[in-house]
């Protein structure tokens, strides 16, 4: 068994999972108040957010897919 | 089942009172443990690198389990992210949907001496769903509004001897002149159709949606 293979414990792994747990639940609930507050603008005749919100909930989206992408690189060096 | 002539039992599980909790394997076939974190064996007593990639996926102690459950739910948060994007992009969409269906088409509604002053009109602009109200407010001007109230899209009324249009449903007053709200739940100002005369007739050139 080698540390390079193995850089993290079962119980590191299970805190990191949750650290971006918590982080992909906040930009989950960001994306949601975007949505709903670009829609009541949108619907309310203000077009100006549209592109704007969806490049940020884009960049969030990228953030979580990434964080997702990290975790499960995490889970293939302890096999 | 592994081999007896190896290393001693793990001291981790090497008591009589684990077998039977894990419910996997009798503790008398633990062997020296591959990984020193792999608290359960699986029935085969192999090490989980030659397990099938399901038996990680289903795990039967408790902190691994957390743990997959955990990442299960991060991979669901992040497909709500995903479709919390498409539905950005699907208010954009909406709108060049939108945009393009609307794109100006000059429109000739009526000739200006069919309508006496103070009278009224409705008309469909631009399409046949998007009801509108013109009307002759003086000798000299008309105007030209979406009939459909901003506040929840009732059908509004002109009072011209007034100078408003209202909103039957919910008593919301816009002015008669400019379309904009004056009193009740109506925040927004009328969508403004824009005309032009010509010889005498009237054309609907464009619909203006206003904000606050």
């Known amino acids: 068994m080698s540390v390079v293979n193995r850089p993290f414990t079962r119980g590191q792994r299970t805190t990191i999972v949750n650290g971006m747990l918590a982080f992909v639940i906040v930009l989950v609930i960001l994306q949601l108040w975007l949505l709903t507050a670009t829609m009541s603008a949108y619907l309310g005749g203000d077009v100006s957010a549209i592109w704007p919100a969806a490049a940020v909930s884009v960049a969030c989206l990228l953030l979580n897919a990434g964080l997702l992408r990290y975790l499960y690189r995490i889970e293939r060096t302890r096999r | 089942m592994p081999d007896s002539s190896r290393e001693p039992l793990d001291v981790r599980i090497d008591f009589e009172e684990r077998e039977g909790l894990t419910g996997t394997t009798p503790a008398s076939i633990y062997g020296p443990l591959h990984d020193a974190e792999q608290a359960t064996l699986a029935p085969d007593g192999r090490p989980a690198e030659f397990q099938p990639a399901w038996r990680t996926d289903f795990p039967i102690d408790w902190p ?5 459950e955990r990442r299960e739910f991060m991979k669901f948060m992040v497909l709500t992210s995903l479709a919390f994007t498409v539905g950005q992009f699907w208010i ?5 949907w939108r945009r393009r269906d609307t794109e100006s088409e000059k429109v000739r509604l009526a000739a200006i001496g069919d ?6 009109r409705t008309f469909a602009y631009p399409t046949e769903e998007d009801p509108c109200l013109l009307v002759r407010t003086s000798e000299r001007s008309v ?3 979406s ?3 901003t506040h929840l899209s009732c059908a509004v009324i002109p009072d011209v001897a007034a100078g408003v249009i209202r909103c039957p449903c919910h008593e919301g007053i816009f002015d008669l002149a400019t379309g904009r709200p004056m009193a009740g739940p109506p925040r927004r100002p009328l969508a403004l159709v824009t005309l032009e005369i010509r010889d005498s007739e009237i054309f609907a050139t464009g619909i203006e949606t206003r904000n606050v």
């Open chain 2, 143 to 145: 105007v030209a509004y």
């Open chain 2, 115 to 120: 309508i006496p002053v103070g009278a009224a």
């Open chain 2, 64 to 68: 691994e389990d957390q743990y997959v």
């Open chain 2, 147 to 149: 009939q459909k109230c």
């Open chain 2, 92 to 96: 954009a969409a909406e709108r060049w």
